[in-house]
């Protein structure tokens, strides 16, 4: 990792309430972002996106994957659930298994640098669509097992149970902006490329390169396969990214693309979750690219590729609403229902479209339709109902782990103001992924109700619901980008007053709206209740009540980088992880990692104080040393961030400042209220944005 070059002027560690850091602009941000990168990438969240326009992909199909996430993850702590902050979910009777600890950092690389990493040499012959590389069988017919042999040992993946995952042989799936397609081939026959230094065609611009991969060998190990390849441009130009690809069998469960329950053998299936990763790595963004090198790890290594791709600029889009998928939970069962969720649009624009997350899922989910309205009263639409398509069809399947947008449609979109998405589930669901908490009430039809999108009253829905299931974002058309809040159950909207749209995201969507000195940028909330900033609390598999997500580092991916037209990301995330017993060097080292992936990515970086928890049962003494110490480096850390908002300072007690003014305090003395919030949207200083 390298190290920092040179320092920024450093802040005070007091501030004034309401008064952001950073009055004082600090050394050009580029310098910093490239002192910070780490260079290494690891593996984000496990989350598939559906495209409704895809990317450009290696020829001679869309390629793609998942995206991953720079620098290695810290090992997982024990995922005890946090109480009360976390809410009833996370305290309930199925508590999760200890994850698997992320991969150990990659091997120092040879000191011998790579003749065709420094353009010495080029590989032989011209690049080649990925399927002319595939050199490796990982995918088997049941009936014949033997067939092929992923990882060396005669493993595969169950040919049976990736159809089962909507996972088809040629079937494009979205995976957070890129588009990719698993191979096209038939059991038993050459699907994936092990990496060693090919040259595969992909042509393109974009944000960022995704592959699908992971990591099998003879081997035993868990901590898979890595190595450094090039990107080519048109231009002449490269540039190099380090890929690694977690192990099939051992690999971490939370940060998974796709699970199977089995493999299989020669002897038969044996039991146990067998994976896929998706990782993104950064390209230059507005080169167009020409070819992509693979890692050369060497065949022994065991670095699969299966598919790759750019992932498509979100140009003329800008981000109105988005909520985090926090896990993957059982509901009812559900059979021919509606549903009917209420969200709170930030920027507006002429046109309008959805998107839809299968999260976590091991199982396909079937829309039958969907509609976008105005809200009314309660379920009651304003007006009419907007049909919605996907791909120009009524209906969608999501395969397990991916993501749709619907496409796009000529509905205005007010700024701050409710809207109702109506999504009809014609089968039976027995699980659904879903943003756990959302202070908003929502609503749903009851069994054998059928498709009741299209109706402007609100009578088919009798039952409340307080979670927004597979709903992760709307968009607007034009616009300049989007603000990312990554937070936890104080950005969630905890102890705001429901249903008002209170949270400090909608109040400083609000004062950009007022304003005219800075662009008037969506603002999108990716809380999540109880969630922490090195921990994952979703166990990775499965159906299961702790709804908290994985860590901030893991959903970075797919809740910050990937977000429609992002441009700034406000972290402010902490508490959960000292409540803990997480260490202040633990938080704030992954805070650093955040920070240099953003930078990477070309994100601009705020970072706000850790407020006050004193008089919370668990927020102990430990836990306020442990708050200071972050608050400390953040608040000198306008070398690594580009902006510090000091959260504390905004709404804590001058005279017990391990505690929150009475008139901020929510009642528990962790959650701010009404005021509370209101304070941290004003300790943002809107030009530090920017």
């Known amino acids: 990792m390298t190290r920092m070059l040179r320092t920024s002027k450093r802040r005070g560690s007091g501030g004034t309430p309401g008064v952001p850091l950073g009055g004082t602009r600090h050394r050009p941000v580029a310098t910093a972002r490239r002192a910070v990168a780490t260079g290494v990438v690891a593996v984000a969240t496990a989350c598939a996106l559906g495209l409704g326009a895809l990317p450009a992909t290696a020829a001679p199909g869309p390629h793609a994957a998942r995206p991953g996430i720079t620098g290695p993850g810290a090992p997982a702590r024990d995922p005890a659930p946090d109480p009360a902050s976390d809410r009833a979910s996370d305290l309930a009777s199925d508590p999760a298994p200890d994850p698997a600890p992320d991969p150990a950092p990659d091997p120092v690389p040879d000191p011998v640098p790579d003749r065709v990493l420094t353009g010495e040499s080029a590989p032989d012959g011209d690049p080649l669509p990925l399927e002319r590389l595939f050199d490796n069988r990982g995918v088997s017919d049941d009936s014949r097992p033997g067939a092929a042999d992923f990882d060396g040992r005669g493993g595969s993946f169950s040919a049976r149970e990736l159809g089962a995952a909507g996972w088809t042989p040629g079937r494009t799936i979205a995976v957070d902006g890129a588009a990719l397609r698993w191979p096209a081939t038939a059991p038993g026959r050459p699907d994936n490329v092990l990496a060693d230094g090919q040259a595969v065609r992909l042509n393109g611009r974009g944000e960022a390169l995704t592959f699908l991969v992971a990591g099998g060998s003879r081997a035993e190990t868990r901590d898979g396969a890595a190595g450094t390849g090039l990107v080519r441009y048109r231009d002449g130009s490269r540039s190099t990214y380090r890929l690694r690809a977690p192990d099939w069998r051992t690999g971490p469960l939370p940060t998974k693309l796709l699970g199977l329950p089995h493999r299989n053998t020669p002897d038969g299936r044996r039991a146990g979750t067998i994976r896929l990763y998706a990782v993104t790595v950064p390209v230059d963004r507005g080169r167009e690219v ?258 908290s997500g994985v860590s901030a580092e893991h959903r970075l991916e797919r809740d910050v980088l990937a977000q429609t037209g992002a441009r700034t990301v406000v972290v402010f995330e902490g508490v959960n992880d000292i409540r803990a017993g997480t260490t202040a060097d633990e938080v704030i080292a992954t805070l650093k990692r955040i920070a240099a992936t953003a930078h990477e990515r070309g994100m601009r970086v705020a970072v706000a104080t850790v407020a006050p928890c004193g008089g919370f049962f668990d927020c102990t003494a430990e836990a306020e040393s442990y708050r200071v110490a972050i608050n400390r480096h953040i608040r000198a850390g306008l070398g690594l961030y580009d902006a510090v908002f000091d959260f504390d300072a905004a709404i804590r007690d001058p005279d017990r400042p391990d505690r929150m003014l009475p008139r901020f305090d929510g009642g528990d003395h962790l959650h701010p209220n009404d005021a509370g919030m209101r304070a941290f949207s004003e300790a943002i200083d809107l030009r530090r944005l920017v």
């Not at 059928?450 to 597979?470: I, K, S």
């Open 290 to 547: 020409s070819s992509v090198v693979l890692p050369r790890a060497g065949r022994e290594a065991g670095l699969h590729v299966f598919s790759l791709a750019l992932r498509s600029p979100s140009n003329g889009w800008t981000g109105s609403w988005a909520a985090s998928t926090s896990g993957y939970t059982t509901v009812g069962p559900w059979t021919d229902r509606t549903l009917r969720l209420v969200v709170h649009s930030s920027a507006g624009g002429p046109r309008a479209r959805i998107r839809l997350e299968n999260t976590f899922s091991p199982a396909p989910v079937r829309i039958g339709h969907a509609t976008v309205a105005l809200q009314g009263k309660g379920a009651a639409v304003a007006g009419r109902p907007v049909p919605l398509t996907f791909g120009d069809r009524a209906g969608t399947e999501l395969p397990a782990g991916a993501q749709q947008f619907s496409d796009p449609v000529g509905f205005r979109v007010p700024p701050d103001t409710n809207l109702l998405v109506s999504i009809h589930l014609p089968g039976t669901v027995r699980a659904l992924p879903v943003h756990s908490y959302t202070s908003q009430t929502s609503y749903l039809s009851a069994d054998g109700a059928g498709d009741r999108t299209g109706e402007r009253g609100g009578q088919a829905y009798g039952t409340a619901l307080a979670n927004w299931p597979l709903l992760t974002g709307v968009d607007v058309a034009g616009g300049p980008g989007s603000v990312v809040a990554l937070g936890d159950s104080i950005t969630d909207g905890e102890r705001s007053t429901p249903g008002a749209n209170r949270r400090w995201p909608d109040l400083l969507a609000r004062r950009l709206r007022d304003q005219r000195d800075v662009p008037r940028f969506g603002v999108l909330n990716h809380g999540i209740s109880g969630n922490r900033v090195v921990t994952d609390r979703y166990p990775g598999t499965g159906a299961s009540s702790v709804l």
